[in-house]
């Protein structure tokens, strides 16, 4: 892989997490059913549904995550905000999981021992990295299928949307400078923050891409879903 289409991948793993659409590293949505009954879920897409259980999962996760940051959780309209937003990351990642098995994109082994490489020197030792994945209550099966699944996100992402395309200019640069220099003075100069300024950008064109991408796929979609009050 070249470095430009390295670095247009390395973005899709931020922007992914931006909009909510990538399989949660430590969260397995295998357990959708195949039929439809919204006593026990929460959504229907093209005909697989989303359980309860599911969706209660992932909100706890997604409530504690917003607490930590002094999110007022318990406010009835802000949770339900991040029901909304959970349901919504959810039924993204399944139609992504069903296009991306129509698509049929394959990821080879060479490529997961690639990740859990890059892993296991960032965790520093393999004690240290079998102890994160005791911590998150994973095995290194389950590890291994979630690479594939960011991986072949990617590489379906990157078939179907063209972010090489997203280009900054340096008048939209300074225009976005001087906009966030009237919020905050202090700001060091424009030249010593270019460089900040243009990847920002670029992740915000980037995202309205992946966004619009993911609007397309749900307009083609049947989607089902409950009431969340």
């Known amino acids: 892989m070249n ?4 670095i247009i991948v390395v973005g899709i793993v931020v922007l992914l997490t931006i ?5 949660f590293m430590f969260f397995n949505t295998d357990n959708l059913t195949s039929s439809i009954d919204f006593n026990d879920n929460v959504a229907s897409v093209n005909g697989v549904a989303i359980s309860k259980s599911t969706f209660d999962s992932q909100l706890a996760i997604s409530v504690a ?3 930590s940051q002094g999110v007022d959780v318990g406010n009835n309209e802000t949770l339900l905000q991040i029901k909304t937003q959970v349901l919504s990351d959810l039924i993204d990642n399944e139609l992504l999981k069903q296009e991306i098995t129509k698509s ?3 990821i080879s082994k060479e490529n997961i021992d690639n990740e859990i490489n890059i892993l296991l020197e960032q965790a520093g030792s393999q004690e240290a990295f079998d102890k994160q994945l005791v911590d998150a209550n994973i095995t ?3 590890l291994r299928v979630n690479i594939s699944r960011q991986l072949s996100t990617q590489a379906f992402l990157l078939q179907n949307v063209d972010l090489s395309s997203v280009i900054i200019s340096d008048e939209e640069a300074e225009a976005f400078y001087d906009a966030g220099k009237v919020a905050q003075p202090d700001l060091p100069p424009f030249e010593e923050v270019k460089d900040l300024v243009v990847e920002q950008l670029l992740t915000n064109k980037r995202q309205a891409l992946l966004n619009e991408f993911m609007i397309s796929l749900r307009e083609k979609a049947d989607i089902e879903t409950t009431s969340l009050e």
């Open 19 to 23: 909009i909510g659409v990538v399989y």
């Open 140 to 142: 290194i099966e389950d």
């Open 104 to 106: 049929n994109i394959e």
């Open 65 to 67: 995550s917003f607490a």
């Open 3 to 6: 470095t430009g289409k390295m």
